[in-house]
């Protein structure tokens, strides 16, 4: 375990996790208010893929690291008081801080990874990374019921805000990275991991008759899922790449599309556990493959800027979905689910078209 897994622990110590929205909606802000403000979320990180990227490659990866870690904190400083003070300005700039945070530390913690680790070993460590902020998710998860018990909403959100100081100085001692990667390398989040974002397991759960009393279980065993992915990718190694980004791009934008319409519980909890494994892994390969794809075009001089001009449109694309949620959700979750995996069955065939055409 090395700063930069202490980090990712930290960063995955979201005490609040089990009821964000509630979180919200406590605070006197609507399901639609919510799309909204995580339309902003998406537009800011949109707007902000170029400048920091710039920034980034004058900065260097580590120094870019550390700011995103302190924009974070402040961050969850921010959603604690406008959650105490019920402010929905203090919401709108707490994802506007947010926003800023995922600008910088996105695509710049894959390529800090790329740089130190190199193209053999970049999917196992990145792989192997998340499982420390996926078992920091559980840990928080695990002491969610007490926490929220004694201390309530206000606890939750406080105790977030300690982790966050706590990956703040984890950050202070990662390891500088290969002084000749600086310019070379910038890597971003893809849509993978927020179109999938899975804001209504809550409602899902009411909605196929399931007691809530079964939400933290069902979010520690998808978590303890999601630390498959490491595994897998090893398992995987030496097979095409390309087709497995496919595989799993498509098995998740299938499942997103039905999940959202299934009623029984025996089909819809194991896709619950299923699908974060599944947007993961088509996380980590698609990342992979933007880089590969970059490196065959002989456009690595120029790749901060190609990489974030991909990142802006799939933020767009974000936003719009987003927005469409909004006036969706009035209708139902299930339409909210359609949404999001038809849009990721449209990348996926967009993805495989691109790649017979590039390899034809």
Same mark, same amino acid.
């Given at each position: ?5 202490? &980090?990712?622990? =930290? ?6 996790? %089990? ?31 170029? *400048? ?27 959603? !604690?008081?406008?959650? !105490?003070?019920?402010?929905? *300005? ?84 990662? $390891?500088?990275? %290969? ?41 520690? +065993?998808?978590?303890?899922?999601? &630390?498959?992915?490491? %595994? ?10 390309? $087709?497995?980004?496919?595989?799993? =791009? ?14 029984? %519980?025996?089909?819809?909890? *194991? !896709?619950?556990?299923?699908? *974060?494994?599944?947007?993961?892994? +088509? ?5 992979? $493959? ?5 490196? $065959? ?12 001009? &991909? ?5 767009? +694309? ?11 959700? +009035?209708?139902?979750?299930?339409? =909210? ?14 993805? &495989? ?8």
């Amino acid at each position: 375990m090395d700063a930069y897994d202490g &980090m990712s622990l =930290c960063g995955g110590l979201v005490f609040f996790a %089990p009821v964000a929205l509630l979180v919200r909606t406590q605070a006197g802000i609507s399901e639609t208010q919510f799309f909204l403000l995580q339309a902003l979320l998406s537009g800011i990180i949109a707007l902000g893929e170029l *400048p920091t990227g710039h920034l980034t490659d004058r900065m260097g990866y580590r120094r870019s690291l550390i700011l995103a870690q302190l924009l974070l904190l402040a961050a969850r400083g921010l959603l !604690l008081a406008a959650f !105490l003070l019920r402010s929905l *300005p203090l919401f709108v700039a707490e994802a506007v801080v947010e926003g800023i945070s995922a600008c910088l530390s996105s695509g710049t913690a894959s390529a800090y990874l790329y740089a130190l680790y190199g193209e053999s070993d970049y999917l196992p460590k990145a792989a192997h990374a998340a499982n420390f902020g996926t078992a920091g998710f559980l840990l928080s998860t695990a002491a969610y019921a007490l926490l929220y018990r004694y201390f309530r909403l206000t606890g939750l959100l406080a105790a977030t805000v300690l982790a966050g100081a706590a990956g703040f100085a984890c950050s202070l001692f990662l $390891r500088r990275e %290969p002084r000749a990667a600086v310019p070379e390398h910038r890597s971003q989040s893809t849509m993978w991991g927020q179109l999938g974002k899975i804001f209504f397991y809550a409602e899902k759960l009411a909605d196929c008759g399931i007691p809530l009393t079964w939400l933290s279980a069902i979010i520690i +065993a998808y978590s303890a899922g999601q &630390m498959l992915a490491e %595994p897998i990718i090893r398992l995987c190694a030496g097979k095409s790449r390309s $087709r497995l980004t496919a595989i799993f =791009c498509l098995l998740c934008g299938g499942g997103l599309a039905a999940f959202g319409w299934l009623r029984t %519980p025996w089909a819809a909890v *194991p !896709l619950m556990v299923l699908l *974060p494994l599944l947007l993961d892994l +088509a996380s980590f390969y698609l990342e992979e $493959r933007q880089n590969h794809l970059i490196d $065959r075009l002989d456009a690595g001089r120029d790749r901060a800027a190609a990489l974030s001009a &991909m990142n802006i449109g799939v933020n767009l +694309a974000e936003i719009a979905s987003l927005f469409a949620s909004s006036l969706l959700a +009035a209708l139902g979750i299930g339409w =909210c689910f359609a949404l999001c995996g038809g849009l990721l069955l449209l990348g996926a065939l967009g993805y &495989m078209l691109s790649s017979r055409k590039i390899t034809g």
